[in-house]
């Protein structure tokens, strides 16, 4: 996916909208600061407002009943929260929060049903998007399966890469343990490869791409096919 291009319209599934799609969500979209940490949906409750982000990095995250948390998906600029809705439905098992501050476009989720009710193509438009998330969330589940940590490592700094402006990526230790599901040590020696490589570099709570064709190399193949599909679907 290339990185999200900044215009008029900061969130590039809104800017992919026909100008009567977008017309008929405009009213009912208000602008919304994301702190870090701001749950959007919680596991197992009503989802009351979906978010258009803007700028910043909403998390995806499975919880499992004994708390166990693994991170399956990263939103950003490109798209929107609230697949659960699109799809029909008022809640999701999963939980997302934000995990990049920014900022954001909350719509209450009422009007997004009755918006999709009434317009044919915003329903196909936004159903695509769902498309393209569950190709990514797949390839979290391969990627866990079959990549050794650092390929994971990269494939998940290369996805925030493509969400964030510039190339320092506020991410903590806490959150790269979660995205790798592996303990801190494990991320500390991942980090500690690309570093040597001279492909990153970190400071507290930041990690500073040098080289992102070296990152993809060391990704592979566990990089590009969800970002492919997107392009597929919205150029």
Do not use: C
Request: aromatic share 4%; no cysteine.
């Amino acid at each position: 996916m290339a990185r999200a291009n900044r215009s008029k319209i900061s969130n590039a599934l809104l800017a992919a909208l026909s100008r009567s799609d977008l017309a008929r969500l405009r009213p009912h979209l208000t602008e919304i600061k994301l702190e870090l940490g701001h749950d959007l949906e919680k596991p197992h409750k009503r989802i009351d407002d979906v978010y258009f982000m803007r700028d910043g990095i909403a998390s995806v995250v499975a919880v499992q009943s004994d708390g166990t948390r693994s991170e399956i998906g990263l939103i950003g600029s490109e798209g929107m929260t609230g697949a659960a809705v699109v799809l029909g439905n008022t809640r999701s098992p999963n939980s997302t929060y934000i995990q990049a501050a920014g900022t954001g476009d909350r719509m209450s989720s009422d009007q997004l049903r009755k918006a999709m009710q009434d317009s044919k193509s915003l329903r196909s438009t936004l159903l695509s998007f769902v498309q393209s998330f569950m190709v990514q969330t797949a390839h979290t589940a391969v990627s866990n399966s079959h990549a050794k940590v650092p390929e994971r490592l990269a494939r998940w700094l290369l996805m925030a890469h493509d969400r964030l402006d510039g190339n320092t990526l506020p991410l903590t230790h806490e959150f790269l343990s979660l995205m790798l599901g592996v303990r801190r040590a494990g991320v500390t020696e991942a980090l500690k490869s690309l570093r040597q490589k001279k492909l990153i570099k970190t400071s507290p709570g930041k990690i500073e791409v040098l080289n992102r064709k070296g990152i993809e190399r060391i990704a592979g193949d566990f990089y590009g096919v969800p970002e492919r599909e997107y392009q597929r679907l919205f150029g």
